[in-house]
T-cell receptor, first 115, second 113 residues
Framework: AQKITQTQPGMFVQEKEAVTLDCTYD???????LFWYKQPSSGEMIFLIY??????QNATEGRYSLNFQKARKSANLVISASQLGDSAMYFC????????????FGKGTTLSVSS | DTGVSQDPRHKITKRGQNVTFRCDPI?????LYWYRQTLGQGPEFLTY????????KSRLLSDRFSAERPKGSFSTLEIQRTEQGDSAMYLC???????????FGDGTRLSIL
């Protein structure tokens, strides 16, 4: 079974609208971390936001928020007020356990923002 | 605070040749990771260092691959006898502690002719 599932290959949104990118995960480890990264066409992988499995509140970073639903094992990324520069590939990733382990990535979602 | 630096950005080589990539992590980041990313996929883990110790290796890291981090600072990834299937983007990441977010370099894109 896949550890990280991103079911939306592509999403389209207009500027200034909000968009939700879906991510579900599968782990039996009680301690884990969930991450979102952005990869523009230039290739660099940019860290956006992090949620720990024991965090009580949803993480927020500027226009990014993570809708963490532990019972449903979902960690959706919400981007508010989309901008043209948000057009990129977005990856959800998970670290199992605590500290110093590999990230497991999903296949990604391509977001296209139009004016 | 400069980011993770990788060199070269692009490498084109003939099948069967050896190649070596270098990664300079963010200063004082003890944890260093190598990943491989093929077109249309997410990155896949290759190996992990804490300081100079290589603590974890993926089964993707065949015996043609070797990674080192001799002084606990920069790291090198060598691929011997390259094959067509080695064509990919090789990404390096570092973190200050094991549970902090990993910050990635721009990657080295390897093309095998």
């Amino acid at each position: 079974a896949q550890k990280i599932t991103q079911t939306q290959p592509g999403m389209f949104v207009q500027e200034k609208e909000a968009v939700t990118l879906d991510c579900t995960y599968d782990t039996s480890d009680p301690s884990y971390g969930l991450f979102w990264y952005k990869q523009p066409s230039s290739g660099e992988m940019i860290f956006l936001i992090y949620q720990g499995s024991y965090d009580q509140q949803n993480a927020t970073e500027g226009r990014y928020s993570l809708n963490f639903q532990k019972a449903r094992k979902s960690a959706n990324l919400v981007i508010s007020a989309s901008q043209l520069g948000d057009s990129a590939m977005y990856f959800c990733a998970m670290r199992e356990g605590y500290g110093g382990t590999a990230l497991i990535f999903g296949k990604g979602t391509t977001l296209s923002v139009s004016s | 605070d400069t980011g993770v630096s990788q060199d070269p950005r692009h490498k084109i080589t003939k099948r069967g040749q050896n190649v070596t990539f270098r990664c300079d992590p963010i200063s004082e980041h003890n944890h260093l990771y190598w990943y491989r990313q093929t077109l249309g996929q997410g990155p896949e883990f290759l190996t992990y260092f804490q300081n100079e110790a290589q603590l974890e290796k993926s089964r993707l890291l065949s015996d043609r691959f070797s990674a080192e981090r001799p002084k606990g600072s920069f790291s090198t990834l060598e691929i011997q006898r390259t094959e067509q299937g080695d064509s990919a983007m090789y990404l390096c990441a570092s973190s200050s502690t094991g549970d902090q977010p990993q910050h990635f370099g721009d990657g080295t894109r390897l093309s095998i002719l």
